[in-house]
Structure formats: structure tokens, C-alpha cells
């Protein structure tokens, strides 16, 4: 093989390899403008100045580190163009009132990115459109171009210091003096230069259009406070302790610093708490409206009350002083009791049967009308035995207190009275004192019997035998109506639907009944 192919051949080689190595520098860079080999949010800011920043210093958003600074390029205006790489993907959402500004990062000369997103606004008013991407074919494809009206480069301290120092403002004066009739005719772009690279300026020019749109208001404002300050004037002392005051709380609060960040550490955490606990303790607060409203109506008697309060609580210590005093004479009485109580518990588990019985009775007497014809007894007896007439009452009947009144079936010697007609005499008396006997145990049987359940028919069957009528032969009962030639009606007292009897008795007749009769009616 000849010396000039193998020389064509490194030749070729040599161009290959280089279009290779350009394609992967085409590559990378490509990579690099489309927001970085991670793939992130890249914006492309643009300065008028970008000295002293380089590729890896920091971009901050309210002093956070959001990203870092890639490559720093200038532009064809003369203009610094700064690729910046935003890693954080919570600020990967630049607006187009998006700012940036390159501040000092220390005091020997490094710098950094300080930017916002977006521009602070009132809750609800809608955000503006975001950053223009630059499409393809343009220096800076796929970035996100934040033009230069957003940024600013503002002049380090130090540079204003120089210029009060020689040789520097001899320089000044002369750019000046040779500059002076190119500036003089660029005046509007001096201006806007000047703002940007004062953020100060920019925004004290901002400050000075809102107070010139508002100078009503501050002309107002400058009125009233001459009126609110008018008070603490008067009371300036007071005012000037306070700020004393104020210092030495700021003072204790300083020494206490850790604990107070630790406060504010914690505050958050409370604030997630207090919402749920201020929403039940305002449902609590609306539940309990209408008792505090009720409350507030009674309150002149609460506070009423407790005025008389002291007295009565007075009286209680009186109260419980006696009481005390009879619980200690009374302690032992009561305690002696017990036995007695015992004693009154087995009485009245055996008493038990009785008091059945006793109310199953009552309870009869009750239904059965038995309590009225008791009273009827009453009433009627008292009827029989005082009489009323036209002088007043009398006593048909005078109780003699001798040991002959009781109830006898036989008589005793020496009684003068005599309940029975016809039962003077031994003989006839001992007769007579039998046929009562037999008629009353006879009669008694038979109203036993119909007490116990059993109708008149049953009660007559059961217990056969004849009773003594009134005007019966035997002589020992003597009717009123027989004497009196006349039977005796009976009627309901009321009416039909009455259950108190009275006899009406027939007309009177001569005779011994009709004097008896007169009598016993009081006529």
C-alpha cells in the first residue's frame, strides 16, 4: 500500500473521528439548552451586567437554594445571558412577572441568583401566563426566556466607593465629558438602565406612583393622624415608658430565644389543631346560645339569691348546730330502736295474712255498698232514738248504765227492765228465750251464708226451718203493723236507685200501737 492512501485513509479517519466529537459536543449542548441532562426547569435570564457570576453559583428564592447557575453567554445586544437551573420542582413555574436579581453572596466577591416566580397578589386574582418557552432554531431552545425588563445587575457598594477615590473619578469625568452628548440623547435608556441596576430606584419609583395616585388619601391620612397623635402627645411620658418597657421585654425574650423558636417551630402543629377545635368550639358556642340567653333572663333571681345567700347560710349554721345536738341526745334512742324494729318486721310478715283479709273486706264493704248501709245504721239509730217536735228534740230511749243492759238470753233476778213483752215470767220467759235462740242462730246461719257467696234460695235450703214472723203466736214479738190493723210499706230513701230504707207506716189506729206510734215518730 502507497504512502498517499495511507494518508488519505489517517486522513479521512481523522475527519470522522472530529464530525464524531462534534456530534456529541452538538449533543450535550443540545441537552444542556433543553434543561440539563437531569431533564429539569431551565430559565434563560437575560442582565445588562453579569459580573463576577459563574457556571455553579446558587439561585435562591427568599434565600432558599431552588438551583444553580449553568452557562454564562453574551448576547448580541450586549447583554449577559444567565442559564438558569431551577432543581426544585415546587418553584418550576416561572410567571411572566417572573424578577431576578444578581446580588453579593460575601464580601470577597462571589455572587448569586436571587429570583421570584411570580409577583406577590391578593388571594383570588388569577396568576399571569407563564414565561415564553424559545422554540426551535434560537439561541436557547427549550428554555425559558425571562427578558431583561425582569432582571436587574445592581452596582456593588465598593464600585460607588471607587469613584470617590482617584484615579477612578478622574476616569469618571472623562467618560462623562466625552459621553456627555451621547448620554444627553439617550436619556430615556439612561433611565431605564440606571432602575436596573438599582432595584431601589425601580422600586422607589413605584412607591412614589402609588403615594401620587393615593395623595387624597394621604392628605386625609396626614389629617387624622395630627388627630390620633394629638392623644399621645398629651401622654408622651407614658408612651416613652412603654418603648423603655418594650426593650426590656425584647431583652428577657431575646435571653429566652431557644424556647421561643422552639415555640415557633411548634406553632404550625397548633394551627393544624386549632382549626378542627375552633370549628366544634364554634358549634359548642352555638349550641349553648340559647341556655346563656335563658341564663341571662334569670339572672337578676340567681344574683338575687345569692344576696340572700350569707342569711340563709346564717340559719343552716344554727339549723345543723341544733341538729347536731339532737343527733347526739337522739343517736342512742334511735339506736336502742332496733330491736323494736325487728320485732316490727316479724309482726308485719305475720300480720301479713291479717291485713289481706282486712282489705279483701274493705274492699268488699266498698263494692258492695257495705260502708252506706253502716252509715244508713247510724243515721237510722240516731233517727230512733231522738225524736223532733214542735218544742225541739227528745229522747225516745235513755241508755241505763246497770249490769242488766247487756244482751241476755236468759234474765237476771233483781232487773226491773224488760226489752221482751210477755217475758215476765219464769216459765214463758225460759220458752221464749229459747224460740229467740233458735230464730236467731236460724237467721244468723242464713246471713252468714249469703255473705259467703250463696244466693237467699241456697241459704233458705241449706238451713231448713221456720223464723218468727212479726205477730207471730207464740206472743214474744209484737208488730207495729199488726197492732196497728196495717202492714208497713217499704221505700227507697232518694228513689228507686236510693239503698237507704224507711217505713212509712199505715194510718193510725185507736189503741195502745197507735200511742206507741206517735210516739216513736215524735208526733
Not at 248504765?401 to 219464769?426: D, H, M, P, R
Not at 236467731?440 to 235450703?461: C, N, Q, Y
Request: with cysteine.
Amino acid at each position: 500500500m502507497s504512502t498517499q492512501t495511507v494518508g488519505w485513509r489517517r486522513g479521512i479517519a481523522g475527519i470522522a473521528g472530529a464530525l464524531c466529537l462534534a456530534a456529541l459536543v452538538a449533543v450535550v449542548l443540545l441537552a444542556t439548552a433543553a434543561g440539563g441532562s437531569n431533564g429539569g426547569y431551565t430559565v434563560r435570564a437575560i442582565f445588562d451586567d453579569a459580573g463576577n457570576v459563574i457556571s455553579g453559583e446558587d439561585v435562591k428564592i427568599d434565600g432558599v437554594k431552588v438551583g444553580t447557575v449553568g452557562s454564562v453567554t453574551p448576547t448580541p445586544r450586549s447583554q449577559a445571558a444567565v442559564v438558569l437551573h431551577i432543581e426544585n420542582p415546587g418553584f418550576q413555574d416561572f410567571r411572566a412577572d417572573a424578577s431576578c436579581t444578581i446580588e453579593p453572596e460575601a464580601l470577597i466577591g462571589e455572587k448569586f441568583v436571587n429570583c421570584l416566580p411570580t409577583q406577590p397578589r391578593v388571594i383570588g386574582t388569577p396568576l399571569p401566563p407563564p414565561l415564553h418557552k424559545i422554540p426551535n432554531g434560537q439561541e436557547g431552545t427549550g428554555e425559558y426566556r425571562l427578558p431583561v425588563n425582569n432582571t436587574s445587575s445592581p452596582v456593588d457598594v465598593d464600585l460607588l466607593q471607587d469613584i470617590t477615590r482617584r484615579p477612578e473619578a478622574e476616569r469618571l469625568t472623562i467618560i462623562i465629558n466625552e459621553l456627555g452628548a451621547g448620554l444627553a440623547g439617550r436619556g430615556s435608556d439612561l433611565n431605564v438602565v440606571v432602575k436596573r441596576a438599582d432595584p431601589a430606584l425601580r422600586e422607589l419609583d413605584k412607591v412614589l406612583a402609588i403615594f401620587a395616585s393615593q395623595n387624597k388619601v394621604l392628605a386625609k391620612l396626614a389629617v387624622d393622624s395630627d388627630k390620633a397623635l394629638a392623644p399621645f402627645a398629651a401622654v408622651r411620658d407614658r408612651v416613652a415608658n412603654f418603648i423603655v418597657q418594650s426593650n426590656t421585654v425584647a431583652r428577657a425574650t431575646a435571653e429566652h430565644r431557644g424556647a421561643l423558636a422552639q415555640n415557633l417551630a411548634d406553632f404550625p402543629a397548633f394551627l393544624r389543631q386549632l382549626g378542627p377545635a375552633s370549628e366544634r368550639l364554634g358549634k359548642f358556642a352555638d349550641q349553648i346560645t340559647p341556655t346563656f340567653t335563658q341564663l341571662a333572663v334569670a339572672a337578676p333571681g340567681i344574683n338575687e339569691a345569692f344576696k340572700q345567700l350569707p342569711a340563709f347560710s346564717n340559719s343552716s349554721n344554727v339549723f345543723f348546730t341544733s341538729l347536731g345536738k339532737t343527733a347526739k341526745t337522739s343517736g342512742p334512742a334511735i339506736a336502742s330502736t332496733l330491736p323494736l324494729l325487728g320485732q316490727l318486721q316479724s309482726l308485719g310478715g305475720s300480720a301479713k295474712p291479717f291485713a289481706d283479709n282486712f282489705s279483701e273486706l274493705l274492699s268488699s264493704l266498698r263494692s258492695t255498698g257495705g260502708l252506706e248501709r253502716l252509715l244508713d245504721l247510724i243515721f237510722l239509730t240516731g233517727g230512733s232514738l231522738n225524736g223532733y217536735d214542735s218544742l225541739g228534740h227528745f229522747l225516745r230511749a235513755e241508755i241505763i248504765a246497770k249490769t242488766c243492759v247487756g244482751y241476755k238470753i236468759t234474765t237476771q233476778g233483781g232487773c226491773s227492765a224488760n226489752f221482751i213483752k210477755g217475758l215476765e215470767g219464769s216459765e214463758s220467759s225460759a220458752a221464749s228465750a229459747s224460740a229467740v235462740s233458735n230464730s236467731t242462730s236460724l237467721v244468723m246461719d242464713r246471713t252468714l251464708a249469703v255473705l259467703k257467696g250463696a244466693t237467699p234460695s241456697e241459704a233458705i235450703a241449706r238451713y231448713p226451718g221456720s223464723v218468727p214472723t212479726l205477730g207471730s203466736s207464740n206472743g214474744a214479738f209484737s208488730s207495729l203493723g199488726a197492732e196497728g190493723g196495717a202492714a208497713s210499706t217499704v221505700k227507697p230513701v232518694g228513689g228507686a236507685s236510693g239503698g237507704t230504707t224507711y217505713y212509712t207506716p199505715s194510718s193510725e189506729s185507736s189503741g195502745a200501737s197507735g200511742m206507741l206510734l206517735n210516739y216513736l215518730l215524735g208526733n
